[in-house]
């Protein structure tokens, strides 16, 4: 699951503080993926608007980075007396192209009702 964010910076331009820069300017953008991605917990499941945050990133090579980073969601279901709220800490490759900066998700699909079998 691949989000890209168009740039026009050649990697040899950028660094580390940067790049947090420019990913932070899209922190809704990543907020909404996140929301998408918590499918595989609950359909109730939400991101904490806000509570993207980026621990660290980590050069790789001239154009690939590793950005570690945390965030809170919550889930709310009264049927099923579900009330929490959780911390995440995960950890993305980022790869800087003169398309842009493109951020590689693990892909969680939301799991089919074949799946519980």
């Known amino acids: 699951m691949h989000l890209v964010f ?6 040899t331009d950028l660094d580390a503080t940067r790049l947090a820069d420019i990913i932070r300017r899209n ?8 929301n998408d991605a918590l499918g595989w917990y609950s359909g109730n499941a939400q991101i904490v608007p806000g509570s993207f945050h980026i621990i ?7 154009s690939g980075y590793r950005m570690s980073y945390e965030y809170r969601w ?3 279901n009264a049927c099923l007396d579900i009330d929490a709220t959780e ?9 800087v192209s003169h398309e842009g900066i493109t951020l590689d998700f693990i892909a969680a699909p ?5 799946d519980e079998l």
Request: cysteine-free; aromatic content about 2%.
């Open 110 to 114: 939301r799991p089919s009702p074949g």
């Open 74 to 76: 919550q889930v709310f």
């Open 87 to 95: 911390v995440s800490t995960e950890s993305v490759t980022v790869s």
């Open 6 to 11: 168009p740039d026009n910076i050649a990697p």
């Open 27 to 34: 922190t809704l953008k990543i907020e909404s993926r996140l």
């Open 56 to 62: 660290a990133i980590e050069v790789l090579n001239h």
